[in-house]
């Protein structure tokens, strides 16, 4: 459980806070997931180990705030701008955000994850952080299908999973700095990916046309007409 970060002399708790997660992102990036130590985070950040165990139970728990921070604030910008209508427009351009940062993002979250794999209490900090994100996209696709921009056929859970997948595809991809696809095409494709979730828009044809004129009806065989 997090608590609230002590305030510091001269500035706020928030920007204490801040400057810790701040601090450890730095050292993950030098040192790796293995290699980072809340002794050096200390040392980064201007605090105490004390200090910092006080806020955080664990240095899994530290670090697993500190990457989800460092994650694209437009997925929670969308529950609080509350316009259902254009979340298929706001959940491209959260996935731009993603792609766009993988390339810093990308290593540290795979670190977590691999260490996560390996070591069962680091599972318990990490899965209900990433758990509560996919919450936020589940409540997000259910307002969509409310005001009638998603399919209401589908599953919120469902699609919810998929963005998941694509969200952590994109953090992975990047980290292997491949060559960038054209951002046109790019968008393109995720406008024709997302429109397949809108609603089907069925046009009925008028029955008294949908008959060549002079052709009639063969009767099936062994009918009489």
Not at 2 to 18: C, E, N
Not at 106 to 130: H, N
């Amino acid at each position: 459980m997090i608590r609230s970060v002590g305030r510091r002399s001269g500035i706020t708790a928030d920007q204490t806070r801040k400057e810790l997660l701040d601090a450890t992102i730095r050292v993950l990036r030098r040192c790796g997931y293995e290699g980072t130590r809340v002794s050096e985070i200390a040392r980064e950040a201007g605090l105490t180990t004390g200090a910092i165990y006080s806020q955080f139970n664990s240095k899994a728990e530290l670090l697993t705030a500190a990457i989800a921070n460092e994650a694209p604030a437009a997925l929670a910008g969308l529950l609080e701008s509350g316009d259902a209508e254009s979340v298929l427009t706001n959940f491209k351009e959260y996935v731009v955000a993603i792609a766009g940062r993988g390339g810093s993002l990308g290593p540290l979250l795979l670190d977590l994850i691999v260490a996560g794999s390996r070591d069962p209490s680091v599972a318990e900090t990490v899965v209900p952080v990433f758990a509560s994100k996919e919450r936020v996209k589940v409540e997000l696709i259910r307002r969509a299908q409310a005001a009638g921009a998603v399919d209401p056929e589908l599953q919120p859970e469902a699609l919810a999973r998929l963005a998941t997948i694509l969200a952590f595809g994109a953090l992975v991809v990047a980290t292997l700095d491949l060559e960038p696809v054209d951002r046109e095409a790019w968008d393109r494709v995720i406008e024709r990916v997302l429109g397949a979730v809108e609603p089907e828009r069925v046009t009925r044809p008028d029955r008294r046309s949908s008959r060549p004129t002079g052709v009639s009806r063969r009767p099936k065989s062994g009918v009489l007409a």
